[in-house]
């Protein structure tokens, strides 16, 4: 039995009164390495975790007011970027990955930029201006049929990030064993194994610090984007059916998060639009969770390095787009940050989506303020599944 047992409610306490112990995940790899686990459970109260990359499944509620006369949305552009519009009145969605209607969608040569909802998001932290075109089919409550106007983060109502998956437990390690060029989410992926991509932080992410998820659930307070926010339940594609290797860390995508914050106290560091050649556009996001130590097992958990965390490489010219991933090795991080690994029989070289970087400084600043006692942790009030969810591919089916 542990001889560590506290709280969240006792670590806050510490928070408070300023005497909390905070370290990130890598300094937590020294502690234990240097301690051992019973002594570094001992001494440390939360260890701070973050990661840095695009999340496509990502987005912002607004509510934009209501002009006189007034009008309800069935159509709306924001920068020329389409926003959903099936809500309330005034209420609209815009998503990360949306493309402008004249986007040439399948172009792809030197130097291309997309303008997309991303960068939408990215210009409304940002405190510009933003385009709106709205139509309305006019009804005798809501007559405005037309609307153009400047919109700004200051002068709507709400702005949220809303995130239904981000966070991933993990990813692929991307290649391509066919003969050409292809253009994927996990960027340009050169013929005949000619590049690796992967998209993870390692050692400082996240859910591959609390593999269980016995400390992250509903309510978990977080950073998101420069500001505060919290996890809203389990992401999509939210999976337990997956292979675990040292101390738990699962072997390919697995765990999710949804996750929401007000766009009003983040900043354009942390999060920015993103455009990838040849595939489109996406929302890189900044998110770091605290873990909280509350017993031996979460402090060996916290320690877990890049050495012992594996991923499956996959090849994205046909395995992938066919749901039918073919696995042609495991890698673990370290090899992966090396710049190079060996893939049948051949040295491929790497390269990473997230930024290792960044997400070292989100843990640092969380780090900074809890040690100041401007964070406080939350206890969930749900955890997750720890068995018996799986995503399942479409299946099609004939109609008449």
Known sequence: MSSVNRTIEEINEKIRKGKVVVVTAEEMIEIVE??????????????????????????????????????????????????????????????????PKDDPRNAVYPGQFRYGGGHV??????????????????????????????INLRDINEAYLFNPRNCYQNYNCAVNV??????????????????????SAGQLSPLLNDPYLKTIGVGTRIFIGGGVGYVVTQGTQFTTDVPRGEKGVV??????????GDMRGMNTRYVRGVSILGYGVSLAVGIGIPIPILNEEMAWHTSVKDEEIYTQIVDYSHDYPYCEPRVLGEVNYAQLRSGEIEVMGKKVPTAPLSS?????????????????????????????PKEGCVTKPLKIRPFK
Do not use: Q
């Open 34 to 99: 240097e301690v051992g686990v019973k002594e570094a459970a001992k001494r440390v109260d939360v260890v701070t975790t973050g990661t840095f990359a695009p999340m496509c499944s990502s987005g912002a509620f607004i509510n934009i007011g209501h002009p006189k006369p007034r009008i309800k949305i069935e159509e709306a552009y924001l920068n020329g970027v389409p926003a959903y519009a099936g809500l309330a009145a005034v209420d609209l969605y815009i998503g990360a990955t949306a493309l």
């Open 121 to 150: 998001i990215e210009d409304l932290i940002a405190g510009k201006d933003i385009i709106l075109k709205a139509y309305g089919y006019g009804t005798d409550c809501y007559p405005r049929r037309e609307l153009e106007t400047l």
């Open 178 to 199: 066919s003969d050409r060029i292809i253009y994927t989410y996990m960027g340009l992926l050169k013929p005949k194994l000619g590049n690796a991509t992967y998209c």
């Open 251 to 260: 072997k390919k995508p697995a765990a999710t998060l949804a996750v929401t």
């Open 356 to 384: 290792y970087y960044m997400a070292r400084e989100i843990a640092g600043i969380l780090k900074d303020w809890i040690r100041s006692g401007k964070f406080e942790l939350t206890r969930p009030v749900a955890l997750f």
